[in-house]
């Protein structure tokens, strides 16, 4: 598989990682739909797609909300059927201590990081299966066991499971679900570490594996 006319739909495509691999992907020739919160973000996004030459469409939607999300896929298969998902949206908030820790702050950390995935990949998996291909990357984490972190932590092994399982259930099918650990980023929720540019090639090899792939690995970049 290649990226040129594939539609790809990338949570949290407004800004940082997702932003990044959205417009790479446009690079490629790819289809791109850039889900979101924050409206006028992703319609930025969607604009650098078109720029670099891919096709950019402006989804948004709230990846913890049930209804936002099947609202959201709806919308973005009038592009057409969704070939490939890239679960990047996720948070890293609530940096205190476990006993500290606000149970509300949990629950935010846990449905951004973990539910949103299962939701994006509990609506568009059927239809991957019915068309007997799709590539689905989960973006995780490279330290899963950081002090005044646990929530994240937890939520990014959380995500970690839930590809393999996943990847178990599809043996015999050509959908291909990896997860990915790229290294610490300079994004709005990290300051210092790599620019996204520099990892989003690695993940977009992922994005387009020829069938056949090992599928449920937690894939490291360094």
């Known amino acids: 598989m290649d990226l040129k006319n594939k539609i790809i739909l990338i949570t949290g495509a407004g800004s ?46 709230d990846v913890t909300d049930p209804k936002s999300v099947e609202k959201g896929v709806k919308e973005a298969e009038k592009t057409g059927s969704i070939e490939i998902l890239i679960n990047n949206a996720g948070i890293i908030t609530g940096l205190k201590a476990v006993q500290e820790l606000p149970i509300e702050e ?15 990949i509990r609506a568009i998996l059927p239809g991957m299966i019915q068309r007997g291909v799709g590539r689905i990357v989960n973006i995780s984490a490279p330290i899963k066991h950081l002090p005044k972190a646990s929530a994240y932590c937890a939520s ?27 290294p610490f ?29 090992q599928s449920g690995r937690i894939v490291k970049i360094t």
């Open 106 to 120: 949990w629950d935010k950390i846990m449905a951004t990081n973990v539910r949103g995935p299962y939701l994006l």
């Open 16 to 61: 940082g990682l997702g932003k990044a691999l959205a417009v790479a992907a446009g690079q490629a020739g790819a289809k791109v739909i850039c889900a979101g919160r924050r409206k006028e973000r992703i319609q930025q996004t969607a604009d650098e797609v078109i720029k670099a030459g891919g096709v950019g469409t402006a989804v948004q939607m």
């Open 156 to 182: 990014k092994c959380a995500l970690d499971s839930l590809t393999k399982a996943v990847g178990y259930e599809l043996k015999g099918v050509d959908v291909i679900i990896n997860a990915v650990e790229p």
């Open 185 to 213: 980023l300079d994004t709005e929720m990290h300051k210092g570490g790599k620019r996204p540019e520099e990892v989003v090639g690695q993940i977009l090899e992922l994005a387009a594996l020829e069938s056949g792939s």
